[in-house]
């Protein structure tokens, strides 16, 4: 059964940082690419980054270039989002998602990891 | 980045009825298309991917269909399971955008 578990989500001031983690297992993690996505409370759903399968490509959406770092460690199964100079509008739901690559589908969630950023 | 567009935002509809939503790309997407449910509370689950491919475990009851700009998922007969928030997502270039959503309500 493929499970995906994130955890790191919190309350952080603005100008803060936080580390989201995601343990993966039920799949060969190695095969797929992963991501984050997020979802603002009472909003839709937005893609944040991307990782490929090696770790050599990530991609991020505007809004985050150069405050957060997407990563993965395939030996323990695990993806990872560095989340620096938080800002308010960074308050959401942040997901974990399997999938990322263009022509592709992000077939399985996690839960979610609750990020408030607030003063 | 290419925007999708999702119509209706919201519809209110009774168990039985047949339920459409649409969706369009800013460009053309072939049919990189995705749909997925969401329920209040918890994570998106993915319906149908490639504009018209029932996930495994799905209920036929949903379907999707279209190509380039336009599609649409149809739900033929409303189930009480089905009222959640349903997004389309293209995934034919990067970013992978989502739509707005469509909520589903009695």
């Known amino acids: 059964e493929v499970q995906l578990v994130e955890s790191g989500g919190g309350l952080v001031q603005p100008g803060g940082s936080l580390r989201l983690s995601c343990a993966a297992s039920?799949?060969?993690?190695?095969?797929?690419?992963m991501s984050w996505v997020r979802q603002a409370p009472g909003k839709g759903l937005e893609w944040v980054a991307s990782?490929?399968?090696?770790?050599?490509?990530?991609y991020y959406v505007d809004s985050v270039k150069g405050r957060f770092t997407i990563s993965r460690d395939n030996g323990r199964n695990s993806l990872s989002l560095q989340m620096n100079s938080l800002r308010d509008e960074d308050t959401a739901m942040y997901f974990c998602?399997?999938?990322?690559?263009?022509?592709?589908?992000?077939?399985?969630w996690g839960q979610g990891t609750l990020v408030t950023v607030s003063s | 980045d290419i925007q999708m567009t999702q119509s209706p935002s919201s519809l209110s509809a009774s168990v039985g009825d047949r339920v459409t939503i649409t969706c369009r790309a800013s460009?053309?997407?072939?049919?990189?298309l995705n749909w997925y449910q969401q329920k209040q509370g918890k994570a998106p689950k993915l319906l149908i991917s490639?504009?018209?491919s029932l996930q495994s475990g799905v209920p036929s009851r949903f379907s999707g269909s279209g190509s380039g700009t336009d599609f649409t998922l149809t739900i033929s007969s409303l189930q009480p399971d089905d009222f959640a928030t349903y997004y389309c997502?293209?995934?034919?270039?990067?970013?992978?955008?989502f739509g707005g959503g469509t909520k589903v309500e009695i």
């Open positions: 998602a399997r999938g990322g690559a263009t022509g592709g589908r992000y077939a399985y």
């Open positions: 039920g799949f060969t993690f190695t095969h797929y690419w």
């Open positions: 990782i490929k399968e090696d770790g050599s490509e990530t």
């Open positions: 460009q053309g997407i072939s049919s990189y």
């Open positions: 490639a504009a018209s």
């Open positions: 997502q293209q995934s034919y270039s990067s970013p992978l955008t």
